[in-house]
């Protein structure tokens, strides 16, 4: 009997267990058809969503109100006629390095009040190129848009003593990367007190990029915007090639930024053959420290510079067709033509500045500064930009920073992070909705409006808020300085004794000493 029973509480308690999984199950199938209808239904929405609009694109960014604005807001007095001492300065790198490297040369000097002597552009180290600062900028502009702010000559005088011409030498010094404000007003100031000048060397990345100080944020964007222009030559040629590109409608420039150097320093090497892959090896062992990179890790983070056919497919996801025309800014692109092939299957409209050209002088020059100018400009004055490798690549950041400032021109900037999942899929052969995730991706990014800068962005990427400014402002930081502000400096500086003509001659005058 007592097992009839056992048996008869097993047989009910079974079912009751039963019954419970079935229950429980039923549970689990309502949820998962609710989230399922969900799903369809907000991509439903994602779809409408993630419809973008080329048109558009052709045209500026939305300003929300705000307008390039690099004067002065606050008391800015003129450099006085006696200086600590003179600033040299080395500038290593390609032009956008050594570019930010100048604007951090004349904050430098401004904090100081050290005479700036004109900038040095490394030959050696990048270009191979001894062109310098008269062979690439504007000399007498850089000079005479600068002289509200700093004193600029372009060598160290000798000084006359005891009857006798003497030279200056300049105590070298070494800053650390990204050094603060206050190592220049004690070390370095202490140095050109003692020795008449200081050269700092190298010269890159040498003064922190983010400093509680919008005046000297400004001025930073007044030599990068303003003082630093091309020399009259490379400025027409230039225009040249955008007004050939512009005659047959819109076009976007790119930075292809697939090329040796690049895909070395990101340790992206599997894509190429084994003889290809030793190349990429040997020069990031011989031009960058040794460090464990894993090519699969690195490209599921996004580490990778995007490759010609990854752009292809962005741009057609965007809803780009094969009539744009696309203006090629880069060096030479490591793989070849293979590479390159499924890229122009998809655009076949490609120029770069030898195409376009009419003088043939580009491809004459050895100057390889001139060529990345006309580049730089090309991409500038283009009616969308894009950047297919934006981490280190100061020439990209720059133009980002630059087209910011020039009027909110649209810039295409692929998120590699979150895009490298969907191309992954894609190599899988999974390539349903490929096209749909992309738009998705590039509908979060920004496509060149103002926007709050976040670390690792740039300075020189994006200078808002403190280079912009608005007419009707809330905040009285940010509304735009009065339309006489030129004339406001201009009588501080005659009030200080110095007018432009005598700016000039300070420039080739002697020192005396007494």
């Keep these: 009997m007592r097992r009839l029973g056992q048996r008869h509480q097993l047989k009910q308690s079974g079912v009751k267990g039963m019954f419970g999984r079935l229950s429980i199950a039923v549970i689990v199938l309502v949820i998962c058809t609710v989230s399922l209808l969900s799903t369809v239904m907000n991509t439903t ?16 960014a939305a300003s929300g109100g705000w307008r390039p604005s690099s004067a002065p807001r606050s008391d800015w007095p003129p450099p006085p006629a006696e200086t600590n001492g003179y600033l040299r300065v080395r500038c290593n790198g390609g032009l956008n390095q050594q570019r930010s490297a100048i604007c951090n040369a004349v904050l430098a000097a401004r904090i100081m009040n050290a005479t700036l002597v004109l900038p040095e552009l490394d030959a050696n180290s990048f270009w191979h190129d001894d062109s310098g600062f008269h062979g690439v ?26 009857g006798k011409i003497k030279k200056i030498k300049a105590f070298q010094m070494r800053p ?125 983070i996004g580490k990778c510079p995007l490759t010609p056919e990854e752009v292809g497919l962005i741009l057609r996801a965007v809803g780009f067709d094969n009539s744009t025309r696309i ?25 770069n500045h030898n195409t376009v050209d009419p003088t043939g002088e580009l491809a004459k020059s050895k100057s390889g500064l001139v060529g990345s100018a006309v580049d730089y400009m090309v991409c500038l004055l283009s009616d969308v930009f894009m950047p297919t490798y934006d981490g280190p690549s100061n020439f990209a950041n720059n133009l980002l920073g630059h087209r910011l400032y020039y009027g909110f021109r649209t810039n295409i900037k692929p998120d590699r992070k979150a895009l490298a999942p969907i191309f992954i899929e894609r190599e899988k052969g999974r390539t349903a909705g490929f096209e749909e995730s992309v738009r998705r991706v590039m509908l979060n990014t920004n496509f060149g409006g103002p926007h709050k800068r976040v670390s690792p962005e740039s300075f020189y990427t994006n200078s808002w808020p403190e280079c912009f400014c608005q007419i009707s402002a809330a905040n009285p930081a940010d509304k735009c300085p009065p339309d006489n502000v030129l004339d406001m400096l201009d009588s501080q500086l005659t009030a200080g004794g110095t007018d432009d003509s005598e700016s000039h001659a300070s420039n080739s005058t002697s020192v005396v000493d007494n």
């Design 45 to 60: 929405r994602s779809v409408s969503r993630s419809e973008i609009d080329v048109d558009t694109l052709w045209g500026t």
């Design 137 to 162: 900028y504007d000399v007498e502009h850089f000079i005479k848009s600068l002289k509200y702010d700093v004193r600029i000559v372009e060598s160290i005088p000798e000084i006359r003593k005891n």
């Design 176 to 300: 650390d990367r990204d050094a603060p404000i206050s190592w220049y007003t004690t070390d370095a100031l202490k140095k050109m007190k003692e020795h008449g000048a200081i050269y700092l060397t190298p010269f890159s990345h040498r003064l922190a990029e983010e400093i509680d100080n919008p005046e000297y944020q400004r001025l930073r964007c007044r030599v990068n915007y303003h003082a630093l222009r091309f020399k009259p030559h490379i400025m027409e040629l230039s225009n040249t090639i955008v007004n050939r590109l512009r005659a047959q409608g819109h076009f976007m420039a790119i930075h292809l930024r697939f090329e040796m150097d690049m895909l070395s320093f990101a340790g992206c090497f599997n894509i190429f053959s084994p003889e290809e892959q030793k190349i990429l090896k040997k020069y990031r062992n011989e031009n960058f420290a040794p460090k464990k990179l894993v090519y699969s890790e690195r490209r599921a």
């Design 327 to 351: 203006y090629l800014a880069a060096g030479e692109l490591f793989g070849g033509e293979r590479f390159m092939k499924p890229f122009r299957s998809m655009f076949p409209r490609l120029e």
